[in-house]
């Protein structure tokens, strides 16, 4: 086994074990169930944002899922809090665009920082999902939706 992957693996059993960020929020302004209809993975994202609409105060998730699932949304909020939300939803594009096998980890230009972990997930076309479902749901939860899907 790779280095690489030998961290990779690590690191999703931390953050699945030990979730990061995992509690209801009662105090969130916004808030999205993330379904994953292929695997059954359900996580709602929880969102803090300030009164103008242009930063995460706070995050949290919520749910149930495989590692890949559970992991992705504790390094998601644990990166993403206290974040401006246009870098939330620049964030959300490099990942989308990572994982599908578009951008490159390494590249100078991306800001995913310990997301490049995930780099992974694109051998494994039925992980993908399971890698951004949080995500989905957090960007559901900005655009004031209740329910968000990878589909």
Excluded at 62 to 70: F, M, P, R, Y
Aim: hydrophobic share 35%; net charge negative; charged share 20%.
């Amino acid at each position: 086994m790779s280095q690489a992957n030998e961290l990779y693996q690590q690191v999703i059993l931390d953050h699945n074990r030990n979730p990061r960020n995992y509690h209801p929020m009662p105090e969130a302004t916004h808030a999205c169930h993330g379904h994953n209809p292929l695997c059954g993975d359900n996580i709602t994202v929880f969102a803090k944002v300030d009164a103008t609409g242009q930063l995460l105060e706070d995050m949290s998730f919520q749910g149930t899922g495989c590692a890949i699932s559970k992991a992705s949304a504790s390094l998601m909020t644990s990166q993403l809090k206290g974040k401006p939300t246009a870098e939330a939803r620049e964030l959300f594009g490099e990942f989308l665009e990572m994982v599908k096998g578009g951008l490159d980890p390494e590249s100078q230009t991306n800001h995913l920082g310990k997301l490049k972990l995930f780099q992974g997930v694109r051998e494994y076309s039925s992980r993908i999902k399971c890698a951004t479902l949080a995500w989905h749901a957090l960007m559901g939860a900005l655009d004031r939706k209740e329910t968000a899907s990878t589909e």
